[in-house]
Protein backbone atom coordinates (compact mmCIF):
# COMPACT_ATOMS: atom_id res chain seq x y z
CA UNK A 1 0.00 0.00 0.00
CA UNK A 2 1.64 3.21 -1.41
CA UNK A 3 -0.99 5.07 -0.59
CA UNK A 4 -1.64 8.64 1.03
CA UNK A 5 -5.64 9.04 1.75
CA UNK A 6 -7.25 12.40 2.28
CA UNK A 7 -10.59 12.98 3.19
CA UNK A 8 -12.92 14.97 2.47
CA UNK A 9 -11.82 15.24 -1.38
CA UNK A 10 -14.42 18.80 -1.36
CA UNK A 11 -14.83 20.86 1.41
CA UNK A 12 -17.26 24.17 1.78
CA UNK A 13 -17.37 26.09 4.62
CA UNK A 14 -17.89 29.61 5.61
CA UNK A 15 -16.07 32.10 7.36
CA UNK A 16 -17.48 31.17 11.05
CA UNK A 17 -17.22 27.00 10.94
CA UNK A 18 -15.34 24.55 12.32
CA UNK A 19 -13.83 21.64 10.27
CA UNK A 20 -11.12 19.12 10.09
CA UNK A 21 -9.16 17.71 7.34
CA UNK A 22 -7.85 14.29 7.42
CA UNK A 23 -5.08 12.51 6.25
CA UNK A 24 -4.04 8.98 6.55
CA UNK A 25 -1.10 6.11 5.38
CA UNK A 26 -0.28 2.67 5.91
CA UNK A 27 3.21 2.80 4.71
CA UNK A 28 4.99 3.20 8.12
CA UNK A 29 6.18 6.47 7.28
CA UNK A 30 7.32 8.51 10.28
CA UNK A 31 7.91 12.11 8.89
CA UNK A 32 4.13 13.49 7.64
CA UNK A 33 3.40 16.77 5.85
CA UNK A 34 0.93 19.17 5.57
CA UNK A 35 1.06 21.75 2.23
CA UNK A 36 -1.14 24.16 0.89
CA UNK A 37 -1.12 24.99 -2.98
CA UNK A 38 -3.07 28.13 -4.75
CA UNK A 39 -3.76 27.99 -8.07
CA UNK A 40 -0.50 27.68 -10.60
CA UNK A 41 1.62 28.07 -8.27
CA UNK A 42 3.93 25.02 -6.25
CA UNK A 43 3.00 23.87 -2.76
CA UNK A 44 3.74 25.63 0.44
CA UNK A 45 5.04 23.95 3.38
CA UNK A 46 2.58 24.10 6.52
CA UNK A 47 3.68 22.28 8.75
CA UNK A 48 5.66 18.47 9.47
CA UNK A 49 5.38 15.87 12.20
CA UNK A 50 8.19 13.89 12.55
CA UNK A 51 7.60 10.88 14.74
CA UNK A 52 4.18 12.11 15.75
CA UNK A 53 5.72 15.31 16.99
CA UNK A 54 5.56 18.96 15.42
CA UNK A 55 8.76 20.00 13.81
CA UNK A 56 8.01 22.70 11.44
CA UNK A 57 5.59 24.98 11.40
CA UNK A 58 6.23 27.51 8.64
CA UNK A 59 4.44 30.70 10.53
CA UNK A 60 1.02 29.59 9.55
CA UNK A 61 -1.84 31.34 11.01
CA UNK A 62 -3.15 30.07 14.42
CA UNK A 63 -6.58 29.37 12.81
CA UNK A 64 -4.83 26.45 11.54
CA UNK A 65 -4.08 23.52 13.68
CA UNK A 66 -2.34 20.47 12.79
CA UNK A 67 -2.76 17.18 14.93
CA UNK A 68 -0.92 13.57 14.54
CA UNK A 69 -3.10 11.15 16.74
CA UNK A 70 -0.82 8.27 16.03
CA UNK A 71 1.82 7.36 13.21
CA UNK A 72 -0.44 6.97 10.62
CA UNK A 73 -2.89 9.89 10.81
CA UNK A 74 -2.25 13.49 10.59
CA UNK A 75 -5.55 16.07 10.85
CA UNK A 76 -5.98 19.53 10.08
CA UNK A 77 -8.46 21.72 12.21
CA UNK A 78 -10.17 24.54 10.69
CA UNK A 79 -11.67 27.75 12.48
CA UNK A 80 -12.50 31.14 11.34
CA UNK A 81 -10.72 30.47 7.70
CA UNK A 82 -10.86 34.16 5.39
CA UNK A 83 -11.58 33.54 1.63
CA UNK A 84 -7.75 33.57 1.17
CA UNK A 85 -7.45 30.33 2.48
CA UNK A 86 -9.64 28.50 -0.54
CA UNK A 87 -6.67 26.48 -1.89
CA UNK A 88 -6.15 22.82 -1.90
CA UNK A 89 -4.69 21.47 0.91
CA UNK A 90 -2.16 18.64 0.30
CA UNK A 91 -0.76 15.88 2.40
CA UNK A 92 2.19 14.12 2.45
CA UNK A 93 4.53 11.22 4.24
CA UNK A 94 8.06 9.89 4.12
CA UNK A 95 9.98 7.73 5.53
CA UNK A 96 11.60 9.47 7.83
CA UNK A 97 12.00 13.53 8.23
CA UNK A 98 15.96 13.06 7.82
CA UNK A 99 16.45 10.74 5.15
CA UNK A 100 16.46 11.18 1.66
CA UNK A 101 13.70 9.98 0.23
CA UNK A 102 10.78 10.67 -1.90
CA UNK A 103 7.28 11.57 -0.31
CA UNK A 104 4.57 10.29 -1.25
CA UNK A 105 1.21 12.48 -2.07
CA UNK A 106 -2.48 12.46 -1.23
CA UNK A 107 -5.24 13.70 -3.73
CA UNK A 108 -5.80 16.87 -1.64
CA UNK A 109 -8.44 18.28 -0.14
CA UNK A 110 -10.01 21.31 -2.29
CA UNK A 111 -11.04 23.77 0.11
CA UNK A 112 -13.27 26.97 -0.45
CA UNK A 113 -14.61 29.30 2.12
CA UNK A 114 -17.10 31.29 1.51
CA UNK B 1 17.30 31.99 -1.66
CA UNK B 2 15.86 29.87 -4.40
CA UNK B 3 17.20 25.90 -4.37
CA UNK B 4 15.95 24.74 -7.22
CA UNK B 5 14.69 26.61 -11.00
CA UNK B 6 12.28 25.69 -13.58
CA UNK B 7 13.48 27.66 -16.54
CA UNK B 8 10.20 27.62 -17.96
CA UNK B 9 6.73 28.56 -17.45
CA UNK B 10 5.22 26.92 -19.54
CA UNK B 11 6.44 24.20 -22.56
CA UNK B 12 4.09 23.34 -25.03
CA UNK B 13 5.07 20.57 -27.42
CA UNK B 14 3.76 18.54 -30.61
CA UNK B 15 2.37 15.10 -29.71
CA UNK B 16 4.75 11.96 -30.40
CA UNK B 17 8.28 15.18 -30.48
CA UNK B 18 10.38 15.55 -27.69
CA UNK B 19 9.77 16.65 -24.31
CA UNK B 20 13.03 18.81 -22.25
CA UNK B 21 11.64 20.45 -19.03
CA UNK B 22 14.81 22.06 -17.95
CA UNK B 23 15.95 22.35 -13.94
CA UNK B 24 19.00 23.81 -12.67
CA UNK B 25 19.53 23.41 -8.48
CA UNK B 26 22.38 25.32 -6.17
CA UNK B 27 23.71 23.29 -3.59
CA UNK B 28 26.84 23.24 -2.14
CA UNK B 29 26.05 20.03 -0.60
CA UNK B 30 25.07 16.00 -2.29
CA UNK B 31 21.30 17.10 -3.26
CA UNK B 32 18.73 14.61 -3.90
CA UNK B 33 16.48 15.02 -6.48
CA UNK B 34 12.99 14.69 -7.97
CA UNK B 35 10.53 15.24 -10.16
CA UNK B 36 6.74 15.33 -9.70
CA UNK B 37 3.85 15.77 -12.22
CA UNK B 38 0.27 17.03 -11.04
CA UNK B 39 -2.81 16.57 -13.66
CA UNK B 40 -5.34 19.32 -12.87
CA UNK B 41 -6.88 19.13 -9.07
CA UNK B 42 -5.01 15.77 -8.02
CA UNK B 43 -2.05 15.36 -5.89
CA UNK B 44 1.34 15.20 -6.62
CA UNK B 45 3.10 11.88 -8.54
CA UNK B 46 6.93 10.97 -8.24
CA UNK B 47 8.40 10.66 -11.99
CA UNK B 48 12.11 10.25 -10.99
CA UNK B 49 14.44 11.06 -8.04
CA UNK B 50 18.06 11.06 -8.23
CA UNK B 51 20.03 10.34 -5.14
CA UNK B 52 23.72 9.99 -5.51
CA UNK B 53 23.61 6.64 -7.37
CA UNK B 54 23.56 6.23 -11.28
CA UNK B 55 23.08 9.75 -12.87
CA UNK B 56 20.91 8.82 -15.65
CA UNK B 57 16.91 8.08 -13.65
CA UNK B 58 14.63 6.38 -15.79
CA UNK B 59 10.67 6.74 -14.52
CA UNK B 60 7.55 6.27 -15.10
CA UNK B 61 5.82 6.81 -18.31
CA UNK B 62 8.90 7.11 -20.77
CA UNK B 63 10.02 10.12 -18.37
CA UNK B 64 13.89 10.26 -18.07
CA UNK B 65 16.41 12.86 -16.15
CA UNK B 66 20.12 13.61 -16.25
CA UNK B 67 21.71 14.67 -13.14
CA UNK B 68 25.13 16.97 -14.29
CA UNK B 69 27.06 17.83 -11.70
CA UNK B 70 29.09 20.70 -13.66
CA UNK B 71 26.00 22.22 -14.68
CA UNK B 72 23.60 21.83 -11.87
CA UNK B 73 20.94 20.74 -14.25
CA UNK B 74 18.37 17.75 -14.14
CA UNK B 75 16.26 18.21 -17.04
CA UNK B 76 13.19 15.92 -17.73
CA UNK B 77 13.24 14.50 -21.13
CA UNK B 78 10.90 12.48 -23.08
CA UNK B 79 10.92 11.09 -26.66
CA UNK B 80 7.64 11.13 -27.72
CA UNK B 81 5.32 13.05 -25.75
CA UNK B 82 1.36 11.48 -25.52
CA UNK B 83 -1.44 13.59 -25.03
CA UNK B 84 -1.97 12.08 -21.34
CA UNK B 85 1.62 14.18 -20.58
CA UNK B 86 -0.11 17.61 -20.34
CA UNK B 87 0.29 18.32 -16.52
CA UNK B 88 2.32 20.62 -13.92
CA UNK B 89 5.60 19.43 -13.74
CA UNK B 90 7.61 20.18 -9.97
CA UNK B 91 11.35 19.81 -10.08
CA UNK B 92 12.00 19.48 -6.30
CA UNK B 93 15.43 19.42 -4.49
CA UNK B 94 16.17 17.92 -0.80
CA UNK B 95 19.49 18.87 0.58
CA UNK B 96 20.81 16.80 3.45
CA UNK B 97 21.97 20.29 5.43
CA UNK B 98 18.47 20.94 5.50
CA UNK B 99 17.00 18.51 7.41
CA UNK B 100 16.01 16.87 4.01
CA UNK B 101 13.12 19.36 3.75
CA UNK B 102 11.73 19.73 0.19
CA UNK B 103 12.04 22.83 -1.84
CA UNK B 104 9.30 22.84 -5.23
CA UNK B 105 10.55 24.73 -8.16
CA UNK B 106 8.09 27.24 -9.55
CA UNK B 107 6.70 24.34 -11.95
CA UNK B 108 6.69 23.84 -16.11
CA UNK B 109 3.09 23.65 -17.10
CA UNK B 110 3.21 21.00 -20.16
CA UNK B 111 0.81 21.77 -23.10
CA UNK B 112 0.64 18.66 -25.86
CA UNK B 113 -1.10 19.73 -29.11
CA UNK B 114 -2.66 17.51 -30.95
Not at chain 1, 26 to 34: F, I, P, S, T
Not at chain 1, 85 to 101: F, W
Amino acid sequence: DTEVTQTPKHLVMGMTNKKSLKCEQHMGHRAMYWYKQKAKKPPELMFVYSYEKLSINESVPSRFSPECPNSSLLNLHLHALQPEDSALYLCASRKGEVENTEAFFGQGTRLTVV
Amino acid sequence: AQSVTQLDSHVSVSEGTPVLLRCNYSSSYSPSLFWYVQHPNKGLQLLLKYTSAATLVKGINGFEAEFKKSETSFHLTKPSAHMSDAAEYFCVVSRSNTGNQFYFGTGTSLTVIP
